[in-house]
């Protein structure tokens, strides 16, 4: 997050994968975009012509096992948060998403694939200034047990998660995180979703999560994780959870600087914390990085945020 230019891919890049509902085959197509564009989803393979949606927390109708992102004809695109996650972990500011299904394919159930995709595409600067969302004062949401709070930081895109499972061998797990692509390479892309085995069985047995299996998820019980590999990290259950609020606060639009607390995540509560801050103007701004200055041959300011507009401005 030190650039203080915005970026896009280099190129177009394409993965195939399963569905992880519905267990069918699913292209998605990763390619540049101009500067300010965000992220669009274009879905295809629909009747008639293709729909583009840009991906932003507005446009998120279902948060139940997945983000799912449509407008007022339903939804378009599920589990967008594991690509989003990738292109705003390594730094990418406009990309489109073209996708020939319902639901992004799961891949191996981290961001690890769509971060290799990214790497051959490359990552490329735009020249135009990088802008963020800056929060200014705190915003917290409770739902249940979950609480979730968005709340000024010095520097860049912090998140502090902690969680708390009744199995003890997972129970009581916290992660921080400091944004950076090489930290998100390292220490969040390759955390893989998971699930108790109970859970799963009835999952499957009303249809859901078709894709699923070992090869894309912690699959766990009461007393072990049941996948022959083991775990990644160890603790890589609360490294998924950072790496689904990366994904779910890229949906902000624009990089966040501020800082995350958040206790028994999921994506309700992510997209919950992301609309109370945005709905509050006097809670963030949009600022932008000021261009290098020199002074007697040495940098003055470099990569310094500076309001663009305040929040009063629509």
């Known amino acids: 997050m030190k650039s203080i230019r915005q970026t896009t891919l ?3 890049v394409t993965v195939t994968g399963i569905g992880v509902h519905s267990g069918m085959p699913v292209t998605v197509s990763l390619g540049p975009a101009d500067a300010g564009a965000g992220y669009i989803f274009i879905r295809t393979g629909l009747d008639g012509a293709d729909r583009e949606i840009r ?3 507005d446009a998120v ?11 007022a004809t339903g939804p378009l695109v599920s589990t967008a948060e594991h690509v989003l996650a990738a292109l705003r972990g390594m730094g990418v500011d406009n990309a489109t998403i073209e996708i020939d299904g319902p639901e992004v394919p799961i891949m191996d159930g981290s961001a690890a694939p769509f971060v290799d995709a990214i790497d051959h595409a490359g990552v490329i600067d ?13 915003v917290r949401v409770v739902i249940g047990e979950s609480i979730g709070e968005l709340a000024p930081h010095a520097d860049g895109f912090r ?8 199995q003890p061998h997972i129970g009581r797990q916290t992660f921080s995180f400091e944004m950076s692509a090489a930290n998100f390479r390292r220490d969040i892309c390759r955390a893989r979703t998971f699930g108790c085995m109970e859970d799963a069985a009835k999952l499957w047995s009303a249809g859901y999560s078709r894709g699923a299996s070992f090869d894309n998820t912690v699959v766990y019980d009461a007393e072990r ?12 259950f609360v490294r998924h959870k950072v790496l689904d609020v990366v994904g779910d606060l890229a949906l902000a639009g624009l ?4 800082r995350y607390n958040a206790v028994r995540p999921g994506h309700k509560l992510n997209n919950a914390v992301l609309r109370a801050l945005l709905a509050d103007r006097s809670a963030w701004r949009i600022a932008e990085a000021e261009p290098v200055r020199r002074r007697r041959g040495h940098a003055e300011v470099a990569g310094v945020v500076a309001p663009a507009f305040g929040p009063e401005v629509s």
């Not at 109708?61 to 407008?71: H, N, P, Q, R, S």
């Not at 020249?127 to 800056?134: L, Q």
């Not at 990089?255 to 501020?258: I, M, N, S």
């Open 10 to 12: 280099g190129s177009s």
């Open 126 to 138: 735009l020249g135009a200034p990088r802008r963020f969302v800056e929060v200014l004062r705190s």
């Open 225 to 236: 994780v049941l996948n022959p590999e083991g775990l990644r990290y160890r603790d890589e």
């Open 61 to 71: 109708i279902a948060t139940e096992f997945a983000t799912v992102l449509g407008d």
């Open 55 to 57: 991906a932003s927390a």
């Open 255 to 258: 990089p966040l600087r501020g």
């Open 159 to 166: 998140a502090d998660v902690a969680i708390d499972f009744a």
